[in-house]
């Protein structure tokens, strides 16, 4: 396919060439004039008079010289594979299978990267084409008589604005029409293959350095996005196909902690304070206090996603303990610029322009100091003994999660949902209950992971009471929210960003509350140590502060380009993440539910693992959903930033010429008077 694409652009090309070399210019005007719409004709018309007027004729000079342009062609080895003596059947094993299509993965994107190249060089040239052209047509209008060719462009301009009455074959008699069904075959004849959404509103620039640092940590989390779920994507696979290969450095136990923390650190905390760099100096009417040190913060963080990837998959870790296996070096570097992110945020809020703070900075600064705390926990080694490691891996696993990234995109969506709906949050004082109780319950549920182990009776009962307690600030956030819709239900349909809102206000109520469901000693019993846990955590993390994240990037990233992306494919990645989600997540819960039964009934282990089977197989088609969702918002992020390409437009660039050269000799004129 690529061989035949590339075939075609340069046959086209060479045709093209060969075409200009036999015709030579343009001997007539005729086929330029059709080729005018009714107001590049008025354009010329006026240009024609203008022109007649001035007394002195003006030598037309400066013409686009035109360079020639080089095509190269790559030429490419093909190896010839090699065969093995067992013959074709080492082809048909599903672990051969996956890991060839794993390396014909960064094969085919180099092919379609060279595509794209090749196409940018044809349209290149084409462009240049156009170009010429435009200088021809000014070359043709400036030979041909006057006179002549404004009569025949009263005759073209004549035919354009031509139309038909509408009343040939049906009398004068206005037909009736209360529905409104001919209006809109007259005026939107076209047939939309999903609803139209309403395009962002145009609002007051922002600081070009500060958009630019926005939109590479945007990137550079999209890029974690990617390479996160693409090995999340791959572990689904080997639940399904455990002998996809037998690599050290492909095993589950390394590949699944470089998937969970990609998608925390680099993906989720990058996407979060590439959004707060805008919305924190936005709410204060301030300029951000360090564009250099956002940089900063940027470099360390994905240097410190780098080089604990590579660690993690050569076997390099912290012992195990989840979401904390990099090592304290690596992790100082992600310590340093999330200082650093703080200063800056402080340094921000010190220099408001209003008096009052408003409450989206009161959670993403809170989230900031509260994620700094939780690694100087967490990597002490003072307390790093026995039950003492396993009481701080409950406080970092579950701070992490609830004070980093649930406080930070909570932070995010006070800002842009009322932003997106054009109406204030429903109620500050909701905003402000539901802060200081989740501070003060969500710092005491860690534990609730260890229930019925060693850990003493009376903390397990205050991690199921703290559980018991986010019952609180849940309600006042998701009451918070869904009152600001209040009066604005009507928006969502024509909306591409609060459908995303939607779906994760939904997910913070449910998934919030599943978890104290969780915690409770009798259900805690049936779920724990199943795969109920994982449905729970990308109900959440995935359900939640992704659909944040992105609901918040579709909103902010139009505003720094100007630019938005395909509504069709925004509806694509909408529908593939949740619908995706859903499939992931119901059929594991439903079959955890049965495992854990079948535990405590005393069945044989082995017949949970072949009663699972199924289940799994739904989660890696849920999995594979969710990660071609990533694909086309990577794409939408790339449409956002770079848009369409524009074609040029031959009469308006000879007019616009025209008219330059006109000018210049208008001031020629003026001077030498």
Same mark, same amino acid.
């Given at each position: ?87 074709? #059947? ?8 996956? @890991? !060839? ?12 990267? *060279? ?37 025949? !462009? ?25 529905? /409104? ?40 989390? @999209? ?5 996160? @779920?693409?090995? /999340? ?156 490691? +396993? ?38 004082? !909701? /905003? ?33 009471? /703290? ?16 009152? #600001? ?30 978890? @104290? ?22 109900? #959440? ?75 799994? !197989? ?7 959903? *969710? ?38 000799? +208008? ?7």
């Amino acid at each position: 396919m690529a061989a035949v694409f590339i075939y075609n652009r340069i046959k086209a090309a060479t045709a093209l060439y060969k075409k200009q070399k036999s015709e030579g210019p343009q001997s007539s005007l005729q086929q330029y004039l059709h080729s005018f719409n009714s107001t590049q004709i008025e354009a010329l018309q006026q240009y024609l008079r203008k022109k007649k007027n001035d007394v002195d004729k003006i030598n037309k000079t400066g013409l686009l010289s035109l360079g020639t342009l080089l095509f190269w062609v790559l030429s490419a080895k093909q190896g010839v594979a090699q065969t093995t003596k067992a013959g074709n #059947t080492i082809w048909a094993e599903g672990g051969v299978i996956i @890991t !060839l299509i794993l390396i014909l993965i960064p094969i085919l994107a180099g092919i379609w990267l *060279m595509m794209v190249k090749v196409n940018n060089i044809f349209r290149q040239y084409q462009d240049k084409q156009r170009l010429q052209e435009a200088d021809e047509l000014i070359s043709l209008i400036d030979q041909t008589d006057q006179s002549t060719l404004e009569d025949a !462009l009263s005759k073209r301009k004549k035919a354009l604005d031509y139309s038909l009455k509408h009343n040939e074959l049906s009398g004068t008699i206005a037909a009736e029409d209360d529905k /409104g069904l001919l209006y809109q075959i007259q005026n939107d004849p076209g047939l939309p293959v999903v609803s139209i959404k309403k395009r962002a509103i145009k609002r007051p620039a922002v600081n070009p350095e500060l958009s630019k640092l926005i939109l590479w940590y945007l990137g550079a989390a @999209t890029f974690w996005l990617l390479f996160g @779920t693409t090995v /999340g994507e791959y572990l689904g696979i080997k639940f399904v196909a455990p002998d996809a290969d037998q690599l050290s450095w492909l095993s589950f136990g390394r590949l699944r902690p470089v998937h969970t923390n990609a998608v925390f650190w680099g993906w989720a905390s990058l996407g979060m304070i590439g959004l707060g760099l805008y919305v924190v100096p936005r709410v204060g009417n301030a300029a951000l206090a360090s564009i250099k040190m956002g940089w900063y913060s940027l470099w360390l963080i994905n240097s410190a996603v780098i080089i604990g990837s590579l660690c993690l998959m050569a076997g390099i870790n912290n012992g195990g303990g989840e979401y904390r296996e990099y090592t304290w070096p690596v992790m100082s570097l992600f310590a340093i610029g999330v200082i650093l992110t703080l200063i800056n945020f402080l340094q921000t809020v010190a220099q408001r322009k209003t008096k009052e703070i408003y409450i989206s900075n009161w959670y993403i600064i809170a989230s900031v100091i509260f994620v700094i705390v939780i690694a100087v926990v967490a990597y002490i080694p003072w307390w790093q003994d026995g039950l003492g490691e +396993t009481i701080i891996q409950g406080y970092y696993m579950h701070q992490g999660v609830g004070m980093w990234f649930m406080f930070f995109t909570l932070g995010i969506v006070y800002y842009f949902l009322p932003q997106q709906l054009n109406k204030p949050i429903y109620s500050y004082s !909701l /905003g402000i209950l539901a802060f200081w109780t989740q501070i003060l319950f969500y710092t005491l549920i860690g534990t609730h992971h260890f229930v019925f182990s060693s850990i003493p009776w009376w903390l397990q009962t205050v991690a199921i009471l /703290g559980s018991m307690g986010m019952v609180i600030p849940v309600a006042a956030g998701t009451t918070n929210f869904i009152m #600001t819709f209040k009066g604005a239900w009507h928006k969502v349909p024509s909306s591409y960003t609060l459908p995303f809102f939607l779906v994760g206000i939904i997910f913070y109520f449910t998934g919030s509350l599943q978890g @104290t469901a969780e915690a409770f000693r009798s259900t805690n019993l049936i779920w724990h140590f199943t795969d109920f846990t994982v449905a729970h955590s990308h109900l #959440t993390m995935y359900g939640i502060i992704c659909f944040f994240l992105w609901a918040g990037i579709y909103a902010l990233v139009p505003r720094l380009t100007g630019k938005e992306a395909p509504q069709i494919t925004v509806g694509a990645h909408f529908w593939l993440a949740l619908i995706g989600l859903m499939f992931y997540t119901i059929p594991l819960m439903y079959g955890s539910t049965l495992k854990g039964l079948m535990w405590m009934d005393g069945k044989p282990f082995i017949d949970s693992v072949v009663f699972m089977a199924p289940y799994w !197989l739904w989660r890696a088609i849920g999995g594979t959903l *969710m990660w071609m969702s990533h694909l086309f918002f990577a794409y939408n992020l790339y449409k956002m930033i770079k848009g369409s390409r524009q074609v040029i437009d031959v009469p308006d660039v000879a007019l616009e010429k025209l008219y330059q050269s006109e000018e210049s000799s +208008t001031e020629k004129r003026i001077k030498t008077n």
